[in-house]
């Protein structure tokens, strides 16, 4: 960050991956004066209130996230002491972990430290313990609010689905649908993640739009989630440099995105910033995997009420 801010003299900078780097990265980002556009991550770092003038978002946060999947699993009929967690060591998973517990409470329910969490080490698959510390739990958990890499995850689901198959495994979206979609065994089942964009055969102008470029730039790239993201960030990223009238530069690139308000990039929702909001939508899409296939969830599917 240092480097392509007082080195390359970069005006912005876009997509910065991770909960961790954004914990080291938002700091610097405020002292330089220097835009940290579309990160990564849902991480509360880069949602100040009142906004940093100097971060802005696309996605929702973990929290959004997190809160989403509470009221609906929920809603299914699991009760909260029949939830658990899953995540990996780091500010990524304390993000995920403190957003699912915080919305348990505002349910009503705040035992949260009685809930069974296990953890893995970034960068590792070493989830072995974890699955083990949750077929030894004394009450068996219905569901599991994932916040992971995909790679962990999937070792996971797949260790645990074999000793618990009714489990459903609730993935926050940073482990990415595609990526998990590849690693886990075909059979792999009860599998959802929350997603920051649509599915991607739903056909939204903005859709169409990124495949008709993927296939014309980098052909043998395949569609995922995560690129989409991307591809939709740089969208709204140009809207608001287009909007400058004079010189752009550090400032003046803030103030046109500032003034993006109920854009139509062609994602279905409108997009809008002001001095008072830096995050661009509120919206969640949710997927899931089963039997190797990636389908539009429905909370009906969980049916957990007629199974008990």
Known sequence: MREMIDQDNVLAIIGNVGTPTAIVTVPITNQKKT??????????????????????????????ETEKLIAGILNS????????????????????????????KRHGYH??????????????????????????ASIEPKAIIMAGSYAPSARFIELLQQELPEIWFFNLSFVGSYALKASLPKDARHVVVTQV????????????????????YSPALEPNDISLEGYIVAKIFHQGVIGIAGEITKESIIDGLEQLHKNDIGLGIPISFSKQDHQAIDKLWMITIDQG???????????????Q
């Open 35 to 64: 835009l940290l556009f579309g990160a990564f991550s849902g991480g509360d770092v880069l949602r100040a209130d009142p906004p940093s003038r100097y971060v802005m978002n696309y996605r929702p946060s973990y929290a959004d």
């Open 197 to 216: 964009v649509p599915d991607m055969r739903s056909h939204y102008p903005i859709i169409d739009e990124y495949l008709a470029n993927l296939k014309r």
């Open 293 to 307: 296939e990636l389908e539009p969830f429905s909370w009906s599917k969980l049916n957990i009420l007629q199974n």
């Open 77 to 104: 009929g699991i009760k909260a002491e029949e939830i658990a967690f899953f995540t990996q060591q780091d500010g990524f998973g304390n993000a995920g972990y403190l957003g699912a517990t915080n919305a348990l």
């Open 111 to 136: 035992d949260t430290d009685k809930l069974w969490h296990v953890r893995y080490s970034r960068n590792s698959l070493n989830v072995e313990g974890a699955v083990a510390t949750l077929l030894n």
